[in-house]
């Protein structure tokens, strides 16, 4: 997808028509750049999911190293930038008999996102935890929030992005961007840069190496992010 040719057969003698004025000025040639506007970054086909759902349960997919509580929580940005980008499916645990289980059977399926080095504008996360929400917001001023070997298990996640270098269907065990490998076969895409503007995620879980917030504020409120 991201190198695709635009060269076509020619079924008769007709010449090919020249090229384009602004190719024979030499504009330079846009490959691996992908770009998608207000619409989730990446949609696992659900048929793959359906039948890899019972391998991920029995051999322990990879993801988060902790059993989730179960209560999603939203992030909003307002910029995101990353070097070394990875994605793909997965699936989050709950503990035995968890009350926020509901009839998921403990289990959540989700989007993994890996980023190597990240920045982001105007963080915010919010957490609903029944009739009031626990607010933290950072990097608001001229310092943005910064993380390395940052993930996010996620069931939504939209924004305008960009990738440099993108490379979709690759197989989850030859991941080499991040640093984070999925499951033999399981279906993954990775990139050498992601840019996402005014990114909204649900998420689950969220780990880091590092994690940087400048004039972090933690609070209660009547509304989330």
Avoid: W
């Avoid at 506007?37 to 990879?62: C, E, K, S, Y």
């Avoid at 990353?82 to 997965?90: A, I, V």
């Avoid at 890996?114 to 009031?132: E, H, P, R, Y």
């Avoid at 030859?174 to 909204?200: P, Y």
């Amino acid at each position: 997808m991201a190198s695709s040719s635009d060269a076509a057969a020619s079924t008769g003698s007709t010449p090919e028509p020249p090229e384009s004025d602004t190719a024979a000025q030499g504009a330079p040639e846009r490959r691996g750049r992908v770009r998608l506007r207000r619409t989730a970054v990446m949609a696992v086909p659900a048929t793959l999911i359906a039948a890899t759902l019972a391998i991920m349960t029995a051999q322990g997919a990879l993801g988060v190293q902790f059993a989730i509580s179960g209560l999603p929580f939203t992030v909003t940005a307002t910029n995101l930038n990353g070097t070394g980008f990875e994605q793909f499916g997965n699936l989050d645990n709950m503990i035995k008999n968890s009350p926020n289980a509901g009839d998921t059977g403990g289990q959540v399926l989700v989007v993994t996102s890996a980023i190597k080095d990240a920045t982001l504008t105007k963080l915010c996360q919010s957490v609903n935890l029944g009739g009031t929400n626990l607010l933290i917001t950072a990097g608001d001023g001229a310092t943005p929030v910064t993380a390395t070997d940052l993930t996010t298990d996620s069931t939504e996640l939209s924004g305008d992005a960009e990738f440099n270098n993108i490379e979709i269907g690759n197989d989850g065990s030859k991941l080499n961007k991040a640093g984070v490998k999925a499951r033999k076969g399981m279906f993954s895409q990775q990139a050498d840069t992601v840019h996402i503007a005014n990114l909204r995620q649900t998420n689950y879980a969220t780990t880091a190496g590092v994690f940087k917030l400048p004039n972090l504020k933690l609070r209660f409120s009547d509304t989330g992010c």
